[in-house]
């Protein structure tokens, strides 16, 4: 008589893992992220997001660089400040007054920046 309980102590042992895992209680494995960037989707470049980090928020002087246009980064200077919610810009920078003072990576880097930082929210 006492090998009844027996059998069925080890039974549950045996079935009730298996129970368990078709229950979906466990993951077998994390979802896997999407094989394809979403169309219209913009890549994030982290080096050049960091870089336009740092000159949107650097309030340090910057001096003139030799051989810049700076009508033409003036322009488009002007067109990003356009792109800043109205919202943040009492504690912006005023960008056009850094024409002639960026280089072009760095004034790419700030649209690229400015682009993903503020996206939605014009």
Known sequence: MRTFPLFTVLALIVILPGVAIASGSSVNRPPRPPSQQPAGEVRLDNQKYALGKQV???????????????????????????????????????LPALAGTLTNEELDALEHYVANRHRGAR
Do not use: C, M, V, W
């Open 56 to 94: 949107f928020t650097t309030k340090k002087k910057r001096r003139a660089i030799a051989g810049i246009d700076a009508g033409a980064q003036a322009a488009r200077l002007r067109e990003l400040q356009k792109q800043l919610p109205s919202r943040d810009n009492a504690g912006t920078p005023h």
